[in-house]
């Protein structure tokens, strides 16, 4: 269990044997490319059992494409990459992995309710599709930890973009997987759902979850969050204790996206990252 | 119920009936993944089926299933690696299909160019005994796939690359539809016709999403607008000398048109049961600085 209400030690620091768990994600010497651009460019991440670690950077610094390249979904084109100590190519064990897409307004050309949409994080963990009576209590509790359990029969095209993501991270904890890795999960979501994400993020920390997440800025969850890995061009620039706020940044309450002031040291944003 | 005294009607009927369920199944994927006229293209490539199966003097509907199966899978390998030349090569493909359709019909002693008309726009009373049995193997298959793994297309289609997070096959997924929807379109194609069959695909469908909220009722009022239409539309065709291709897809859209119209006061309703609506209202008496002039 984590105790939130005290400075979080890096692993670094000694605080906790963090050598003596087993690697989660290993990313060795990654480097990936979109079209002709290098996006990554032997990036070295590794997160252990139970770690919570935050993946920081300007847009445009990789730090999606990283997390994307962890499970799959950007091929690496050197480096090694292995999940649960197995190498990325026999890895088959999908089911201990819960996803959380950058938030797409693209829903489905088809109406589907929120209960429908969160059923689909649990097929890993099904036979055949068959759901038995624990894969129903596991839908409807993911759904009371985000707070939308009264709400299973509505519609997934009528709710507000906060609503919309605490449905997607319910279909990630549908499945109860051992390691959850989220891709911006606070990007455009209000205060109140930022909370309710905040709290069934500590719930998965506390039954031992490992968390892998992008963010732009760590927000309401500086205090769950072990370590902070930043990105720049895709190179790592700072593996270690989360940096310390600064200037406006440091105030209580203070959250805001947007994008880097510093638009010379970043390259030209194309879309093709986010 | 004269009609029903006839074999031929019967078979109609049935076979009716059958696209009616099927249509709509397999037509309801394609929708969600925003591919709604690909049953378009899969009828455009069966064609070339059946010129091949007149040229060829076998069962044009076990060739047609055969060329549209290929063509499908094509479809799908364009869908992965086309990317942005995609729709050009499907263009090719649609067009190359029809036109390689008409040729090939041209050529063989059989397909005249009234048979070319009675498969692209369905000639329903012509079914045949020996084409029921393929209608009924086929559409087993159809309803086997799509409500048998109705879960794994649902997230399929939904959202891929959670999909493929989540370990599901999602390629095999991916040509599983694309087959069954080649599959479909022939059992379709004596019924409502290449041409056709795609509007049976998507309209029972765009009429259903109308009044509903979930994927799984949206399924089923599909499936039963598909077999509403194809039965009644195949009974007037009967009494009225109509093709039963065109009467049934203009009563599916007349359907759509009327569950449009019911989804206004609908929609209404539920949001009014969902909470009581903004209770400020504009005072009475406005004085006049309120009003913004320009």
Redesign the interface.
């Given at each position: 269990m984590k105790d939130t209400g005290q400075p979080v030690i890096a692993p670094e620091a000694g605080g906790r044997p963090a050598e003596d768990r087993s690697a989660v994600i290993e990313l060795r010497g990654a480097t990936a490319s979109l079209g002709s651009r290098p996006v990554l460019r032997g990036v070295d991440l590794t997160v252990r059992s139970g770690e919570v670690v935050a993946l920081l950077g300007a847009n445009g610094s990789g730090k999606s494409t990283a997390v994307r390249s962890v499970i799959g979904q950007v091929p690496l084109t050197s480096g090694d990459l292995a999940l649960f100590g197995t190498p990325f190519r026999r890895f088959k064990d999908w089911a201990r992995v819960g996803y959380v897409p950058q938030r797409t307004t693209a829903a489905g050309g088809v109406p589907a309710t929120i209960r429908e949409v969160v059923t689909a994080g649990r097929l890993a963990r099904t036979k055949l599709g068959l759901l038995r009576k624990a894969d129903r209590a596991a839908v409807h509790h993911a759904l009371e930890l985000v707070g939308m359990a009264d709400r299973v029969k509505d519609s997934v095209n009528a709710l507000s973009g906060g609503q919309h993501q605490r449905v997607l991270i319910a279909r990630a904890l549908a499945g109860e997987p051992d390691l959850l890795i989220m891709d911006e999960p606070m990007a455009g979501v209000d205060l109140a759902s930022q909370e309710v994400l905040a709290s069934a993020l500590r719930e998965q920390v506390g039954r031992g979850a490992t968390v892998l997440l992008v963010l732009h800025e760590l927000g309401p969850l500086e205090p769950l969050i072990d370590r902070a890995v930043v990105l720049r061009d895709g190179c790592v620039v700072h593996d270690g204790p989360p940096p310390e706020a600064v200037g406006q940044h440091a105030l209580p309450g203070h959250d805001h996206v947007h994008p880097h002031a510093d638009a010379a040291a970043e390259p030209l944003r194309t879309g093709l990252l986010s | 119920m004269e009609m029903l005294d006839f074999a031929f009607m019967q078979r109609a009927l049935i076979a009716a009936l059958i696209v009616g369920i099927t249509a709509p199944a397999i037509g309801?994927y394609l929708?969600?993944?925003?591919q709604?006229l690909m049953g378009d293209g899969i009828g455009h490539v069966a064609l070339t089926g059946v010129g091949l199966g007149f040229l060829l003097n076998t069962s044009p509907v076990w060739v047609a299933t055969a060329v549209a199966v290929v063509g499908s899978v094509v479809m799908e390998l364009i869908r992965w690696y086309g990317k942005t030349r995609g729709d050009l090569a499907l263009a090719m493909l649609f067009y190359g299909g029809m036109a390689g359709g008409v040729m090939l019909m041209n050529l063989s002693d059989a397909g005249s160019s009234a048979n070319l008309g009675t498969y692209l726009f369905g000639s329903i009373t012509t079914v045949s005994p020996q084409d029921m049995t393929t209608i009924y193997v086929l559409a087993a298959l159809v309803l086997a796939i799509t409500v048998g793994?109705?879960?794994?297309l649902?997230?399929v289609?939904?959202?891929e690359?959670?999909?493929?997070?989540?370990?599901?096959p999602v390629r095999l997924l991916n040509l599983l539809i694309a087959v069954t929807a080649a599959v479909t379109v022939t059992v379709a194609m004596r019924v409502v016709g290449l041409l056709l069959v795609s509007a049976l695909m998507v309209i029972p469908?765009a009429a259903a999403?109308q009044i509903?909220?979930?994927?799984?009722v949206?399924f089923a009022t599909a499936v039963a607008i598909g077999v509403a239409v194809t039965l009644t539309g195949t009974t007037a065709s009967y009494y009225v000398d109509v093709p039963s291709g065109a009467t049934i897809v203009l009563f599916a859209i007349a359907l759509f048109v009327v569950f449009t119209a019911l989804a206004t006061p609908l929609a209404r309703r539920r949001a009014a049961a969902a909470g009581k609506g903004c209770t400020l209202e504009v005072p009475a008496s406005r004085t006049a600085e309120d009003d913004v002039r320009v």
């Amino acid at each position: 269990m984590k105790d939130t209400g005290q400075p979080v030690i890096a692993p670094e620091a000694g605080g906790r044997p963090a050598e003596d768990r087993s690697a989660v994600i290993e990313l060795r010497g990654a480097t990936a490319s979109l079209g002709s651009r290098p996006v990554l460019r032997g990036v070295d991440l590794t997160v252990r059992s139970g770690e919570v670690v935050a993946l920081l950077g300007a847009n445009g610094s990789g730090k999606s494409t990283a997390v994307r390249s962890v499970i799959g979904q950007v091929p690496l084109t050197s480096g090694d990459l292995a999940l649960f100590g197995t190498p990325f190519r026999r890895f088959k064990d999908w089911a201990r992995v819960g996803y959380v897409p950058q938030r797409t307004t693209a829903a489905g050309g088809v109406p589907a309710t929120i209960r429908e949409v969160v059923t689909a994080g649990r097929l890993a963990r099904t036979k055949l599709g068959l759901l038995r009576k624990a894969d129903r209590a596991a839908v409807h509790h993911a759904l009371e930890l985000v707070g939308m359990a009264d709400r299973v029969k509505d519609s997934v095209n009528a709710l507000s973009g906060g609503q919309h993501q605490r449905v997607l991270i319910a279909r990630a904890l549908a499945g109860e997987p051992d390691l959850l890795i989220m891709d911006e999960p606070m990007a455009g979501v209000d205060l109140a759902s930022q909370e309710v994400l905040a709290s069934a993020l500590r719930e998965q920390v506390g039954r031992g979850a490992t968390v892998l997440l992008v963010l732009h800025e760590l927000g309401p969850l500086e205090p769950l969050i072990d370590r902070a890995v930043v990105l720049r061009d895709g190179c790592v620039v700072h593996d270690g204790p989360p940096p310390e706020a600064v200037g406006q940044h440091a105030l209580p309450g203070h959250d805001h996206v947007h994008p880097h002031a510093d638009a010379a040291a970043e390259p030209l944003r194309t879309g093709l990252l986010s | 119920m004269e009609m029903l005294d006839f074999a031929f009607m019967q078979r109609a009927l049935i076979a009716a009936l059958i696209v009616g369920i099927t249509a709509p199944a397999i037509g309801i994927y394609l929708v969600q993944r925003r591919q709604a006229l690909m049953g378009d293209g899969i009828g455009h490539v069966a064609l070339t089926g059946v010129g091949l199966g007149f040229l060829l003097n076998t069962s044009p509907v076990w060739v047609a299933t055969a060329v549209a199966v290929v063509g499908s899978v094509v479809m799908e390998l364009i869908r992965w690696y086309g990317k942005t030349r995609g729709d050009l090569a499907l263009a090719m493909l649609f067009y190359g299909g029809m036109a390689g359709g008409v040729m090939l019909m041209n050529l063989s002693d059989a397909g005249s160019s009234a048979n070319l008309g009675t498969y692209l726009f369905g000639s329903i009373t012509t079914v045949s005994p020996q084409d029921m049995t393929t209608i009924y193997v086929l559409a087993a298959l159809v309803l086997a796939i799509t409500v048998g793994l109705r879960r794994q297309l649902f997230a399929v289609c939904q959202d891929e690359e959670f999909a493929r997070v989540t370990g599901l096959p999602v390629r095999l997924l991916n040509l599983l539809i694309a087959v069954t929807a080649a599959v479909t379109v022939t059992v379709a194609m004596r019924v409502v016709g290449l041409l056709l069959v795609s509007a049976l695909m998507v309209i029972p469908v765009a009429a259903a999403q109308q009044i509903s909220r979930s994927f799984a009722v949206t399924f089923a009022t599909a499936v039963a607008i598909g077999v509403a239409v194809t039965l009644t539309g195949t009974t007037a065709s009967y009494y009225v000398d109509v093709p039963s291709g065109a009467t049934i897809v203009l009563f599916a859209i007349a359907l759509f048109v009327v569950f449009t119209a019911l989804a206004t006061p609908l929609a209404r309703r539920r949001a009014a049961a969902a909470g009581k609506g903004c209770t400020l209202e504009v005072p009475a008496s406005r004085t006049a600085e309120d009003d913004v002039r320009v």
